[in-house]
């Protein structure tokens, strides 16, 4: 723990913490959807909606993958993360921790910037468990997190108040939250090494197939392997297939996918890995816009997907085991069903870390 004494805030009551952010749940699923101003029932002046709206078409601007759709797509899966039932779900295994926390720390969070809003859950469980937050946000975030803890600012200011947003250095703070590559992991525990933290490395998603999958799941895979451009760490990289699996099933379900190739960013990594791959004479099925490369490898490039075909399901079940640390979420039967890996509740915690537990245990 920090020798630093803790920074006396008063945050805000757990119930008010959990009703700010239902209220934020409901504005971000209003962006979401792109539907006009409703009125101040929403807790905004029509002037800020617009604000907000405003900064969600002009992330792509600052960042080509941030498009007008994935980040509403993100802000209506926060939308339904904050459902009041949902967050009162989430809290109530940690209301004895909640009802005695003591003096606040201050947190800092450092978010990656793959996907959009991807720090949003750190500083959530960092306000709910009545702390302050320090974000040093990604050159990539485009503006967007600025954006989310204004709106958390106008909708209950007191809780805003305890949040500061920054691309330059952290500064002093009494526990961290980082996420990065495996090299800057190396970086975060050498420099944090002497504070409570949280460290997260690279980590894929894989999902596995039994043959039994229907048109409409193997349809819904294409979400999991593709939204987000499949950039983070809960996007399906590798497929485990039964050795006579038919992989046109899949390629004939991803096909509304295929607007991915009239992307820029996406269609020169799909160029680059087929001519690097084609010299080198490896076997390859390509449908336009993804390439799908037989490789027992967990991490597939950007613009590709691996398989491994498998006889007997145990040794799958043994690989995964062995991966463990490598892999963010399954998506099969049995496991994460198809269609719903980019949708988290929020218990469903990064790299298995109760983030909530973890910062109780601060006070």
């Given at each position: 723990m920090?020798?630093r004494?803790?920074?006396k805030v008063?945050?805000?009551a757990?119930?008010?913490?959990?009703a700010?952010?239902?209220?934020?749940?409901?504005?971000?699923?209003?962006?979401?959807?792109?539907a006009?101003?409703p009125?101040?029932a929403?807790g905004?002046?029509?002037?800020?909606?617009?604000?907000?709206?405003d900064?969600?078409?002009r992330?792509?601007?600052l960042?080509?993958?941030?498009?007008?759709e994935?980040?509403?797509?993100?802000?209506r899966s926060?939308?339904?993360?904050?459902?009041p039932?949902?967050?009162?779900?989430?809290?109530?295994?940690?209301?004895?921790g909640l009802?005695?926390?003591?003096d606040a720390r201050?947190v800092?969070?450092?978010t990656?910037?793959?996907?959009?809003?991807v720090?949003?859950?750190?500083?959530?469980?960092?306000?709910?468990?009545?702390?302050?937050?320090?974000?040093?946000t990604?050159?990539?975030?485009?503006?967007?997190t600025?954006?989310a803890?204004g709106?958390?600012?106008?909708?209950?200011?007191?809780?805003?108040?305890?949040?500061?947003?920054?691309?330059?250095?952290?500064g002093?703070?009494?526990?961290?939250i980082?996420?990065?590559?495996?090299?800057t992991?190396?970086?975060f525990e050498h420099y944090?090494?002497?504070?409570p933290?949280?460290?997260?490395?690279?980590?894929t998603?894989?999902?596995?197939?039994?043959?039994?999958?229907?048109?409409?799941?193997?349809?819904?895979?294409?979400?999991?392997?593709?939204?987000?451009f499949g950039?983070?760490?809960?996007?399906?990289?590798?497929?485990?297939?039964?050795?006579?699996?038919?992989?046109?099933r899949?390629?004939?379900?991803?096909?509304?996918?295929?607007h991915l190739?009239?992307?820029?960013?996406?269609?020169?990594n799909?160029?680059?890995?087929?001519?690097?791959?084609?010299m080198?004479?490896?076997?390859?099925?390509?449908?336009?816009?993804?390439?799908?490369?037989?490789?027992?490898?967990?991490?597939?490039?950007?613009g590709?997907?691996?398989?491994?075909?498998?006889?007997?399901?145990e040794?799958?079940t043994?690989?995964?085991?062995?991966?463990?640390?490598?892999?963010?979420?399954?998506?099969?039967?049995?496991?994460?069903p198809?269609?719903?890996?980019?949708?988290?509740?929020?218990?469903?915690?990064?790299?298995?870390?109760?983030?909530l537990?973890?910062?109780?245990?601060?006070t």
């Open positions: 920090s020798s004494p803790p920074v008063h945050p805000p757990p119930d008010e913490r959990l700010a952010f239902a209220q934020l749940g409901r504005v971000f699923a209003l962006l979401g959807a792109g006009p101003w009125g101040h929403c905004l002046a029509e002037a800020e909606y617009r604000e907000a709206d900064a969600v078409k992330a792509s601007g960042n080509a993958w941030f498009t007008e994935q980040v509403r797509h993100m802000l926060l939308g339904v993360m904050l459902a039932s949902t967050l009162e779900r989430w809290v109530l295994p940690h209301a004895n009802a005695r926390a003591g201050t800092g969070i450092i990656a910037g793959n996907i959009p809003l720090g949003f859950h750190d500083l959530l469980s960092t306000l709910v468990a009545g702390h302050s937050g320090r974000l040093r990604s050159s990539d975030d485009a503006g967007l600025r954006m803890v709106l958390l600012t106008l909708i209950a200011p007191g809780l805003g108040a305890l949040v500061e947003v920054t691309e330059g250095r952290l002093p703070v009494d526990a961290v980082a996420t990065g590559s495996d090299n992991a190396r970086y944090f090494g002497h504070l933290r949280i460290i997260r490395r690279n980590r998603s894989v999902a596995v197939l039994d043959g039994t999958e229907t048109a409409d799941e193997l349809a819904a895979l294409g979400e999991d392997m593709f939204r987000y950039l983070g760490c809960r996007n399906v990289g590798k497929l485990y297939l039964p050795v006579h699996f038919d992989l046109d899949v390629i004939g379900a991803i096909l509304p996918w295929g190739a009239q992307h820029a960013k996406w269609a020169n799909y160029d680059y890995h087929k001519a690097i791959w084609l080198d004479r490896v076997p390859l099925i390509e449908n336009g816009f993804v390439l799908f490369k037989e490789d027992a490898g967990l991490h597939s490039p950007l590709s997907i691996h398989y491994e075909r498998y006889t007997d399901r040794v799958v043994t690989a995964l085991a062995a991966h463990a640390e490598r892999i963010q979420c399954v998506v099969g039967h049995g496991h994460v198809f269609g719903q890996a980019q949708c988290p509740a929020p218990w469903d915690h990064a790299d298995g870390v109760d983030t537990a973890f910062l109780l245990t601060l």
